[in-house]
């Protein structure tokens, strides 16, 4: 009974860091369709950065986390208006995919050479510290990586619904063409939109930096992520990111314990395709424009 | 409507045949090296016009089409490693037809709940598709994915490995074209063409749209595995990351891409070009190459978004303006 | 008025989305090698009553005879093999495709049984007018050339009914002429036509017979000169005498 | 820490400008066109899962050739000297690219291959070289199936995975008390599955109890759940067959979880620096298997000793050393002294020298099986132990620089 317990407790915690992983792609998507195979590195280069802050200057890596998301914002945002816009206007919305898998690899390659290609591992000094909870242990790094993953979660949930960005983010999600005529800079948006995108994977990237050890071709494992979890919660929320992250955080911890540890990836994949088949706007169904 | 078909293409007919000719009696003259050059280039452009079957006509982009070159070579590699026959080429032979005939069988199975999916969440379910084949592969024993097949040897003592593989590839190749050429001319090309259109219109046409995408899902799946099996064989030992490979589903997109999308020419030329560039060109760099590669794709993406043949027909265009 | 046995039998049909009956009972009958048109105002129900005779979308109730099958739940692709064919009001052409190709593909599918597949492409091109420019991609086309490619593939699929969604919408009276003679010819090719039109003149100049709906339901019936004077058509659909 | 600055970056990337420029020129080089230069070959994977062990084999390779060239003015052989040159390019993991560019040296004239690393790219590639008759050593691949194909050109410095767990196992029967029962926990890769089977093959053979196999996927983010079973049934050593940063994670997780077993014994992962600076105290108890220690005794012909080879790494690479390192350098040593022995720089001779090697080198004394893998006694690993943030040698006997500390303290009671 405890070890089902613990496997949940394990499961939500986990998730909670998949939905922030996840929630900047699933903005881009939702409000673009565009898939971006560059989020994996852009959580990857949040873990560098804190790690960077962290190693270099002493910043605990929770404290960085707005310097990370500055910094990797107005990369968010050239990004977009440099090339992901000139790739969707010159060409089509698949072919825009390759093109952010093309940066993909440049970033990798960079971020080898920048770093090496060895693993790097964050530990501030609450590192190893653990709490009892009656028959389950949790430790204090995951928990304050969960705590600060719903933080952002929310904030970012809280900037979406009562700022005045966040309502015309949400308007061109639904309808660019109506958002169009009402005179707003779509472009724009959008920059902004793969700006904030960008800035929470960064985030996520710091705490999981505080979690994980991290190398370079980890990157293909949390695009890949928030692919699931995308898929799982539904396109473009917060609730949905959300949802999705703590369903698979679940299903990873479960499949390892009850089925066999070496199959959550494998169930993992299964439930993406069993899920698009059934339910392709996702559990709360809260599809979106491109949703056919 | 063959016949048609081929009076209307008939030089590009020619142009293959000669192609092939050429192709025949290469080793001849080249070196090792190259011929290995050629096997990958084959290979790839097979790849790439098997791809097409479905992601070029038909417009399904798939995104985990090494599903089918892991799926042909493990039950290919499975079956040779516990059923041998008399000779080894004959063990190669049935392995391969095991292998693709299991590809096709699989395919069919999955090939009408995943088409109802259209554009990004087709491609993500065929990549969700891959990752479960290679992860189940991977992790049940009983696959070997993860300890490795290793390959009969069918090479004929006669002769050089890459040069008789080379030769496999030639015929496994050739036959994916003249396959995807049959498809192009036929009822079922035209058929997949207007489902890549507009399939609601198409139906309403009369185009059996359900039936000819799950055809072009079949054959485009039994003809990667083919040449997946071939690849397996060539390379002697597969594990999981031999050929289950992500960069082998995107590669294919990129062939066709570069070349000039929905075209069979357009894949040929893109995977030689490709080919060429990493493998001649970029072969010999130690820790850049992978940023090159990815600057290309961009710059593929950016600079010529209707491929090679896109580009020909361009400039062929704006001569024949320019001369009227 | 043509004494042919109906080719068409709309019986009770009705289509419900959500809360909005977009179709209400409507029921009539088109006879064999006429030509009949379906009018009505804006949002009266008449493209969505396509989209039910064509399987494009299913019935909320009643039922739709061609000569004497039932085809609703059938679905479009079977709907349009046993000869029913539609020209859209928003053209589709297929947009990278050649003009000829377009055309071809209605011929090579389209309605069952045998077929010479490049005397039908020729026929169709020819009927419409755009032998000229068969090479030509589709989405190089104008308006009006494209609304001819609608029907030329329409006509491709060599049907016994062809059902055309304002084939003149947006067009100049000149060229709405044209469409109307090829409209003609197509009936006399002996394919039935059901048109749905707003240009009044073009409707009463070329029906046999008529059918008025609004707000969903079917409100009159009948040649064009009595529907002219219908006083229900007047207001509900005219407000106004037919203009000119 | 970093050995790419970006000058490297940008001088690379000019580099494949020309390279790229001057493909139509005739690249192929034939060795033996320069008749006092020996050319190694071969690929490393330096993009890609891999490329942190790529990026230390070739480290290895180098520095061995730098040091030779440079400090001993070449080397000798039949009474010639001879400069080494090193030609490798990057297989990025991607079998088919490896075989590929294997073949463009062999065609060169490339005579001697140095391996890459991971058993899926080194079996292909060496079924390359064997036939074109060229031998291989290589410090990358040891999966059994290379060393069961009848290859009589392909060396390995590692004894085959299945019997890398045979000097292990003889440490746990030395403890005291002696350890009951054993779990694995491996990963689903060739190197650490087939570690697996092997140590609880030989575990079971000596009598050990072992309680569970874990099989995890080949990359973890998590392993929670495998902690709590190992918690609820807790062996005296866990194993872990896992690479660096596997290792990591299971070590920090199992400190975050407070999973506590009396041993935690890891083939991989404390060796490094990095593993030890982030458990800090932590580190304190852990077991890992040592290929190679500086401090070892090692004598060789070139570097003098073992410890002498780290010194000349250490000033030219700013990069910590690795055994992979070691065991790259070794390669190259025994190469030149397969060549001296055979007074020749052809293949059949220095093929049958290497098969019949028996020499001192910075990497221990080298000697392969008949199948040509290395041999399980002398070049099998010895067991550290981390103790004060260092890792101390405690088995073999001969080797120990250190006493084991068993049971280890529980994490709460680490100082």
């Known amino acids: ?292 | 409507m063959l016949a048609e078909g081929i009076r209307a293409h008939r030089w590009w007919i020619v142009a293959a045949a000669v192609g092939f000719a050429v192709l025949l009696t290469a080793p001849a003259y080249l070196t090792p090296f190259q011929v290995r050059v050629g096997q990958l280039f084959l290979f790839s452009a097979g790849l790439g016009v098997a791809w097409t079957i479905l992601g070029g006509f038909a417009g399904y982009w798939s995104f985990g089409h090494t599903a089918f070159i892991g799926l042909g070579a493990f039950v290919a590699g499975a079956f040779e490693l516990h059923v041998p026959l008399g000779s080894p080429v004959a063990t190669m032979v049935a392995g391969t037809a095991l292998g693709s005939l299991a590809c096709a069988a699989v395919s069919a199975v999955i090939a009408y709940p995943i088409l109802r999916l259209r554009g990004i969440y087709f491609a993500i379910a065929m990549l969700g598709v891959s990752q479960v084949f290679a992860e189940l592969t991977n992790n049940v024993d009983a696959f070997k994915g993860t300890m490795g097949i290793n390959m009969p040897n069918a090479v004929p003592a006669s002769m050089e490995p890459q040069t008789f593989f080379y030769y496999v590839f030639v015929a496994a190749t050739a036959l994916t074209l003249g396959v995807a050429f049959w498809v192009k001319v036929s009822r079922l090309g035209y058929g997949l063409v207007s489902i890549r259109e507009d399939e609601d219109t198409a139906r309403m046409l009369g185009v059996p749209t359900e039936r000819y995408k799950i055809w072009a899902f079949v054959l485009s799946a039994t003809l990667t595995g083919l040449l997946g099996i071939v690849y397996a064989h060539a390379l002697g030992y597969i594990t999981t990351g031999s050929v289950y490979r992500t960069d082998f589903s995107l590669n294919m997109i990129v062939y066709a891409l570069l070349g000039g999308i929905g075209t069979i020419v357009g894949p040929v030329l893109g995977s030689a070009l490709m080919v060429w560039l990493t493998q001649v060109v970029l072969g010999r760099l130690l820790d850049v190459h992978m940023f090159i590669t990815g600057a290309l794709l961009v710059a593929i993406v950016l600079l010529a978004p209707h491929g090679l043949v896109g580009f020909a027909r361009k400039l062929l265009r704006r001569g024949a303006g320019g001369g009227a | 008025m043509s004494a042919g046995a109906p080719i068409l039998r709309v019986a009770g049909v009705s289509k419900r989305f959500r809360g909005l009956l977009a179709v209400n009972d409507v029921s009539f009958a088109v006879p064999e090698g006429s030509i009949c048109s379906l009018i009505g105002p804006n949002g009266a129900g008449k493209s969505s009553l396509f989209n039910l005779v064509t399987g494009y979308l299913p019935l909320t109730a009643g039922a739709v005879w061609f000569r004497d099958r039932r085809i609703d739940g059938q679905g479009t692709t079977a709907i349009s093999r046993m000869g029913i064919a539609r020209a859209f009001q928003i053209a589709k052409p297929f947009p990278e495709l050649s003009v000829r190709d377009n055309v071809r593909i209605g011929a090579l599918f389209g309605r069952e049984g045998p077929r010479d597949v490049a005397s039908v492409v020729r026929d169709a091109l020819q009927l419409t007018g755009l032998s000229d420019h068969a090479g030509q991609q589709a989405n190089s086309l104008t308006v009006g050339f494209l609304r001819r490619l609608e029907l030329a593939r329409a006509v491709a699929t060599r049907p016994a009914l062809l059902l055309a969604d304002e084939p003149c919408a947006g067009l100049n009276p000149t060229e709405t002429e044209e469409i109307m003679g090829i409209l003609r010819q197509i009936r006399a090719n002996g394919v039935t036509v059901l048109l749905v039109e707003h240009d009044m003149r073009a409707v009463m100049g070329i029906s046999e017979t008529i059918f008025v709906l609004d707000a969903g339901a079917k409100i009159a019936e009948g040649p064009p000169d009595a529907i002219a004077r219908d006083p229900r058509v007047v207001a509900a659909y005219l407000g106004a005498p037919a203009e000119g | ?415």
């Open chain 4, 1 to 415: 820490m970093r050995r790419f600055g970006r000058r490297d970056f940008v001088k690379t990337v000019g580099a494949t400008a020309a390279a790229a420029g001057l493909v139509a020129a005739p690249a192929v080089r034939r060795a033996d066109a320069q008749a006092k230069t020996i050319v190694f070959g071969g690929s490393v994977p330096l993009s890609g899962r891999a490329a942190e062990t790529g990026l230390n084999v070739n480290n290895g390779y180098l520095m061995a050739i730098k040091y030779l060239n440079e400090e001993m003015g070449g080397v000798e052989i039949g009474g010639e000297k001879y400069k080494l040159e090193l030609k490798m390019f990057d297989d990025a993991s991607d079998p088919a690219r490896a075989t590929t560019l294997i073949q463009r040296q062999i065609d060169e004239g490339v005579d001697f291959f140095l391996g890459s690393f991971g058993s899926n790219i080194v079996l292909p590639t060496a079924a390359i070289t064997e036939r074109a008759k060229r031998p291989m050593v290589q410090s990358g691949g040891g999966s059994d199936q290379i060393f069961t194909q009848g290859f009589k050109y392909v060396f390995g410095m590692f004894p085959r995975a299945s019997r890398q767990f045979i000097s292990s196992v003889e440490f746990f029967k030395a403890m005291s008390p002696r350890p009951k029962s054993i779990s694995v926990i491996f990963t689903n890769d060739a190197f650490s599955k087939t570690n697996a089977e092997g140590a609880a093959k030989d575990s079971k053979a000596a009598g050990f109890d072992v309680l569970e196999m874990y099989g995890l996927p080949e990359q973890i983010t998590d392993v929670s759940s495998v902690l709590a079973s190992v918690r609820s049934k807790t062996p005296d050593v866990l194993i872990c067959t896992t690479h660096d940063q596997n290792s990591l994670l299971i070590s920090r997780q199992m400190v975050a979880t407070n999973t506590n077993v009396p041993l935690l014994y890891q083939t991989l992962g404390p060796q490094l620096a990095t593993y030890r600076e982030t458990l800090g105290k932590f580190a304190t108890g852990i077991c890992v298997q040592i290929y190679w220690d500086e401090r070892a005794p090692y004598k060789d012909k070139f570097f003098g000793t073992a410890q002498k080879f780290a010194e000349y790494y250490r000033k030219h690479v700013q990069r910590p050393i690795a055994y992979h390192t070691a065991g790259g350098a070794a390669c190259i040593v025994t190469y030149v002294q397969a060549m001296q022995a055979a007074k020749s720089i052809k293949t059949e001779p220095v093929r049958d020298a290497l098969a019949a090697t028996d020499v001192d080198t910075l990497y221990g004394r080298v000697k392969f099986t008949p199948e040509g893998d290395g041999d399980a006694i002398l070049l099998g690993p010895a067991v550290g132990q981390v103790q004060k943030g260092v890792v101390q040698l405690v088995h073999p006997a001969a080797a120990k620089t250190g006493t084991l500390i068993y049971p280890t303290p529980k994490w709460s009671e680490k100082t």
């Open chain 1, 1 to 292: 009974m405890s070890l089902i317990l613990q496997t949940i407790l394990d499961g939500l915690v986990l998730g909670g860091l998949y939905s922030l992983a996840a929630v900047g792609f699933s903005l881009i998507f939702g409000v673009m369709n565009v898939v971006n195979l560059t989020h994996g590195v852009i959580v990857l280069i949040g873990a560098y950065l804190a790690y960077a802050f962290w190693h270099g200057l002493g910043v605990d890596p929770l404290l960085a986390i707005p310097l990370v998301m500055a910094a990797l914002f107005a990369f968010g945002y050239v990004y977009q208006r440099g090339l992901i816009q000139l790739a969707v206007d010159r060409s089509s919305l698949l072919a825009s995919m390759l093109v952010t898998f093309g940066v993909a690899l440049m970033l990798r390659n960079v971020l080898v050479l920048v770093f090496s290609p060895d693993f790097k591992s964050v530990t501030p000094s609450y590192a190893f510290t653990v709490f009892f909870l009656g028959p389950v242990t949790i430790d204090l790094v995951r928990l304050s990586a969960l705590g600060a993953s719903l933080v952002l979660l929310c904030v970012l949930a809280g900037v979406l619904r009562w700022t005045a960005v966040g309502r015309v983010i949400r308007a061109t999600a639904q309808q660019d063409l109506a958002a169009r005529l009402c005179g707003v800079d779509v472009r724009h948006v959008y920059g902004i939109t793969f700006g904030v995108s960008a800035a929470f994977a960064g985030a996520s990237g710091a705490i999981i930096g505080i979690v994980v050890p991290f190398s370079p071709p980890d990157e293909a494992l949390w695009t890949i992520n928030a692919f699931v979890v995308v898929t799982l919660g539904g396109v473009g929320s917060p609730s949905g990111a959300l949802l999705g992250g703590l369903l698979l955080g679940l299903i990873s911890t479960l499949t390892s314990q009850l089925i066999g540890p070496q199959f959550p990836n494998a169930m993992m994949f299964l439930i993406l395709v069993v899920m698009l088949l059934l339910r392709p706007s996702g559990l709360l169904g809260n599809a979106f424009s491109g949703s056919r």
